[in-house]
């Protein structure tokens, strides 16, 4: 078994593992292990100022599996995350997991 092997049944079982890292989520009608990173969002929050007049971005980073999502969002597409939607502000692929920030436009 090589190294890339390894990575790869690591994604499945201990990254995206419901039992320890992630919980389910609805990703476009479709049930899948999830991580939610809110400390990296926040992080991410305090470099930007987001807020005008009433209305602000709420977003989400999310990390799931490439194999349980299907090809990679393209930034600007839309998402439906837990039925609610979300436009992706930016996905990258990181070793078969994707990272995936997203965001809406909230009153």
């Known amino acids: 078994m090589s190294f890339k092997d390894v990575i790869a049944s690591d994604v499945h079982d201990t990254f995206m ?7 389910m989520h609805d990703l476009n009608g479709k049930m899948m292990p999830v991580q939610v990173d809110s400390n990296e969002q926040i992080e991410r929050e305090k470099r930007f100022n987001q807020h005008m007049d009433g209305i602000y971005k709420n977003q989400k980073l999310i990390y799931v599996a490439a194999t349980d999502y299907g090809p990679m ?35």
Request: charged content about 30%; overall charge negative; proline content about 5%.
């Open 73 to 107: 969002p393209k930034q600007g597409s839309l998402i439906q995350f837990d039925k609610r939607p979300y436009k992706v502000a930016d996905a990258i692929s990181e070793d078969g997991i994707y990272s995936i920030t997203l965001e809406a436009n909230r009153a």
């Open 17 to 23: 593992n419901a039992d320890e890292f992630s919980d």
